[in-house]
């Protein structure tokens, strides 16, 4: 058990609607990332929040947004849903902003199969 | 080209047989993570590493700046091990942006 809380784990839900991802980082982690994992683009980076403030953007789409709240939990907010949208979405957390020397590590969580029917 | 590349793809071994999995980059990076994702879907890191070699159990992790290049050792390698297996470059751009590898898929038999 890595520490990290995603719900829910499973979701089916029809084109054009709307959803809503959910992650509880690892207790004292300020660092959440999201990422999308589809059957044919493999582990791609969405976005990375720290303490509230959105840090960095990978392949996002402008469906999509994220947030990070006051106690540190996440959110990601998926629109509009396309039915290749479907994937699995992993939330990870790690104590500080980066890692590099210091020694910091990332832990994921067990994700969250989306289906867009 | 991908920024990352793993090889091989996928890798069938023998229950006992030492495993080497390859990672190579092509942009700097401030650290690269092996990843481990088990058939039912869930990603645990196994290794973080900037310089050298890191081992933890039967699992050998080792990087090479200068070659952009890191390795993935399993020795005595079991059944257990059948995931995939993905490298993650952390580049230096200054965001911190993650690349991840295609994986390698790994099949040990008993």
């Known amino acids: 058990d890595s520490g990290v809380t995603q719900t829910p784990k499973h979701l089916i839900t029809a084109t054009g609607q709307r959803v809503t991802l959910r992650c509880s980082p690892r207790?004292?982690?300020?660092?959440v990332y999201w990422y999308q994992q589809s059957l044919d683009q493999g582990l791609q980076f969405l976005i990375q929040y720290y303490n509230g403030e959105e840090r960095a953007k990978g392949n996002i789409l402008e469906r999509f947004s994220a947030q990070q709240f006051p106690d540190l939990h996440s959110e990601l907010n998926l629109s509009s849903l396309e039915l290749g949208d479907s994937a699995l979405y992993f939330c990870?957390?790690?104590?500080?902003?980066?890692?590099?020397?210091?020694?910091?590590?990332?832990?994921f969580g067990e994700g969250s199969w989306l289906t867009v029917v | 080209k991908n920024e990352v590349e793993q090889s091989p793809q996928n890798l069938t071994a023998q229950e006992g047989e030492f495993i080497t999995i390859n990672c190579s980059y092509s942009?700097?990076?401030?650290?690269l993570h092996w990843l481990q994702q088990h058939p039912g879907g869930g990603i645990v890191s196994l290794f973080m590493?900037?310089?050298g070699k890191k081992k933890h159990g039967r699992l050998i992790a080792t990087i090479n700046i200068q070659e952009k290049h890191s390795s993935l050792h399993i020795t005595a390698s079991h059944p257990r091990d059948s995931a995939v297996y993905i490298c993650a470059a952390k580049i230096t751009s200054g965001t911190y942006k993650y690349i991840f590898g295609t994986g390698t898929r790994l099949k040990v038999l008993a």
């Open positions: 207790s004292g982690d300020l660092s």
């Open positions: 990870a957390s790690s104590p500080r902003e980066g890692t590099g020397i210091s020694g910091n590590t990332i832990y």
């Open positions: 590493l900037s310089s």
């Open positions: 942009v700097g990076i401030s650290a």
